[in-house]
Structures are given as structure tokens and as C-alpha cells.
């Protein structure tokens, strides 16, 4: 009998370990992944090293977070030693610099990383890589320069097509796979000569799709009510255990499929849900989210502008979410999003049960963070809202192996 073949994958800018999870649940073995951050890394280890057991982890790279350039200078040799051992690289650089969600600044020095993910992959050529980013990624940046720039992207798949691989870029939405959110990715798929076409990793996600969701029990299209319903702070609230001075909300029954599949059996041992912790909003700020919910006529759609004056919104502005459409992109700020029926942000966890994380999967550090130190701390909100959704993941993972 023919020995089974064992998936290896390789994770780079892991973050809190979204882009993994799916791997892990897909079947794939990880070896190891980097994670510069001790936020996200430290939920990482907790759910996919401590936990779940998904890397074998070498022996030469200590379990600790670490730097893309720290590992290619300090480990150049053992990563050489890994080629023809590797399936799979993955891994999505910083996006700040490239997102139109934010500045767009050219000498952000995140923007570089991309090409260590290139001197990476040169070191270990895997049989198949995926690299994502934001939509963004695929502009240039050419303000007022005469020659007209060359973007990220292109610039990523020549220097992918000098080291011989194959390679299709994707903008891919994931609310069209069971996501609950509108979320547009640039997905950059390369394979090596001789494997299969990356021009069918697209196709192969919609023919693979509906038994992929049908076995989940899920729809296409999941409503954001149907995703977070369970979780409302009507349902009762306890003491957060690790944020005192806080409440967190209690389980309430779960009304759905994406529900359930989201809850598992977390529920049965665990009394409240994962950073299901509430914020503290002043009495003025409640009173303001009463009369949005209330009277505000559009849904889904961010307040900003002369409205914010009108309607006594005192931050940057905020969207009013709508229970029957599916949410707007997941970001790591928690002030964006108003929930849909109770005078309140959004929690960790609901932010969570959004990008598709299962509620065992829990998520470490800090809850938020401010000022200055937004640049160096990686809080629970920014964690999830930087993540790739395991749900996806676990897709893209079950048809990359088609491709090997």
C-alpha cells in the first residue's frame, strides 16, 4: 500500500494563526511559522502549538516570535537544507503601507518585507506558494511622479517568474465562501513547474465550494444576525476572568448552522464564550448609540462627514451594522462598528465569530491598545481583524492539494 503523502506548509507573517488554523483543519502538517509580534505569536502558541499540536518545529528555530530578515540571516543554511522537503509556503506581509482603508505611504518600511517573503521562498523553493495581501497591494504608488509606478503586485510575480514558478494573481471576496463579511483579497498563487496551473486554484474554490459548505452545513451567504446572535449581552453577563473590572456576556442558544459549527463543544465546558468582554461606554455614548439605532436610516453604511456632527458622533465615524446583510471588512479598530441592535462596540470574540474563528480558538494579551503604542502592540482586536478567516483558508487548503 502506497504510503500516504503528509502535507508540509510553512507560515510566514503567521499573525495570530488564522491562515493555519484552516491549513491544520484542511490537513496539513505545518513545520513552523514566523511571527515577529509576541501579541499574535502568543496566540498562536496557545491554540496551534499548545493546543492543536499542528508544527513539528525544528530543532534549530527556538518556539519564540522572531523577524523574517532575523531567521533568513541567523538560519540561511538550515533552510537551504529544507529544499525538496516543503509543499507549501504561505503568508501575507504587512499591509498597512498598500491599504486604502489607511494613508497608503510608499517608504512605510513594512512595505519591504514583501521581498524577504521573495529571498525566503528563493531559499526554500516550495512546490506551491499563496501570498495575500489587500487589494491595494495592486496599485501603484505614483503620486506625482512622471513615470508612472510600478506596483507591488507585479513587481512580487517577476521576481516569483525569474525563480520559476507559475503564477496567477486572484482578487477574491470571501463573503462568496460562507465568510460573513465583505472582504477583498489580493491572492497571489505560484507553482512550480511541472505541479499543476495556478490559473485553476480560482475555479477549483467555486467547484469544490458547495460540498465544502454543505458538509459544514452552511450556506453561501451568511447574515451577520445569523453569525453573532447567540452571543448579545441581553443573554446575561459574568465577571470577565481576564480583564478585571469588565463583564462579559454568557451564551444564549444557538439559532444556526454557522452557529453551531462556530461553537462546537466550547460551550459545554466554558460557561462565557472567549473575549466576549464589553466595553465601558459613558452614559453620553450610550444615549448617542440608542438614538443611532433607533432612528439612523441607513444601515451598513459609515457615518462620516457633516453626519457625525448631526448625530453627536464625537470619533473618527462609525457604521450602524445591518442583522441582514452580511458586515463590512473586520479592522482592528473596535470603534468602527456599532452592533445591530444594542447600544455598543462590537467584542473580541463577535469580531472573531466574523472572520470565521471557532470560539475554542482563544485569543491572548491585551484587548486594546492606544497612541504610540498602536505601532509596536498587536492587541486582541488587531489580531483578529489582521487575519486571513480559517474558514477560507481551509478552502484554499483543500484545493491546493489538488494542485500538487
Avoid at 330 to 359: K, N, W
Wanted: proline share 5%; glycine share 8%; net charge positive.
Amino acid at each position: 500500500m502506497a504510503k500516504k503523502h503528509k502535507y508540509t506548509v510553512i507560515d510566514l507573517f503567521a499573525g495570530c494563526g488564522g491562515l493555519s488554523l484552516g491549513l491544520y483543519q484542511a490537513g496539513w502538517n505545518g513545520l513552523f511559522a514566523i511571527e515577529k509580534n509576541d501579541f499574535a505569536f502568543a496566540t498562536l502558541k496557545a491554540n496551534l502549538i499548545d493546543n492543536k499540536k499542528h508544527f513539528e518545529w525544528p530543532k534549530w528555530l527556538p518556539q519564540t516570535p522572531h523577524d523574517i530578515n532575523e531567521v533568513l540571516n541567523n538560519y540561511e543554511s538550515e533552510l537551504l537544507a529544507l529544499r525538496g522537503h516543503v509543499d507549501f509556503v504561505a503568508g501575507g506581509p504587512p499591509c498597512q503601507g498598500f491599504s486604502m482603508a489607511g494613508k497608503r505611504v510608499e517608504d512605510d518600511v513594512r512595505n519591504q518585507l514583501v521581498f524577504s517573503y521573495i529571498k525566503f521562498i528563493d531559499l526554500v523553493r516550495p512546490r506551491i506558494i499563496l501570498f495575500e495581501n489587500v487589494k491595494g497591494f495592486t496599485f501603484a504608488f505614483d503620486k506625482n511622479k512622471t513615470v508612472k509606478a510600478e506596483p507591488y503586485s507585479i513587481k512580487v510575480i517577476k521576481k516569483l517568474h525569474e525563480l520559476g514558478y507559475n503564477v496567477k494573481p486572484h482578487i477574491i471576496d470571501f463573503s462568496k465562501y460562507g465568510i460573513p463579511q465583505r472582504r477583498n483579497r489580493f491572492i497571489l498563487v505560484g507553482v512550480q513547474e511541472g505541479y499543476g496551473s495556478p490559473e485553476l486554484f480560482e475555479s477549483l474554490l467555486e467547484t469544490t465550494k458547495s460540498t465544502f459548505l454543505q458538509e459544514k452545513g452552511l450556506s453561501e451567504h451568511t447574515s451577520l444576525e445569523e453569525a453573532i446572535s447567540d452571543l448579545l449581552r441581553s443573554n446575561g453577563e459574568a465577571p470577565t476572568p481576564d480583564r478585571k473590572g469588565f463583564v462579559s456576556g454568557k451564551y444564549g442558544i444557538a439559532r444556526s448552522n454557522y452557529q453551531k459549527l462556530m461553537r462546537g463543544d466550547y460551550d459545554e465546558t466554558h460557561m462565557l464564550p472567549d473575549s466576549h468582554s464589553f466595553a465601558k461606554h459613558t452614559s453620553e455614548k450610550i444615549a448617542c448609540f440608542k438614538s443611532l439605532l433607533e432612528c439612523y436610516p441607513v444601515r451598513g453604511k459609515r457615518i462620516d462627514g457633516d453626519a457625525r456632527k448631526e448625530w453627536n458622533i464625537k470619533q473618527r465615524g462609525i457604521t450602524v451594522l445591518d442583522p441582514d446583510a452580511i458586515s463590512p471588512t473586520i479592522t482592528g479598530h473596535p470603534d468602527d462598528y456599532l452592533h445591530y441592535c444594542e447600544p455598543r462596540i462590537m467584542t473580541v470574540r463577535e469580531c472573531a465569530r466574523i472572520q470565521s474563528f471557532p470560539d475554542w480558538y482563544e485569543i491572548k494579551m491585551k484587548y486594546t491598545t492606544g497612541g504610540k503604542m498602536r505601532k509596536v502592540e498587536v492587541p486582541r482586536y488587531t489580531q483578529i481583524g489582521n487575519a486571513i478567516p480559517p474558514l477560507f483558508a481551509e478552502l484554499a487548503g483543500i484545493v491546493l492539494k489538488q494542485l500538487l
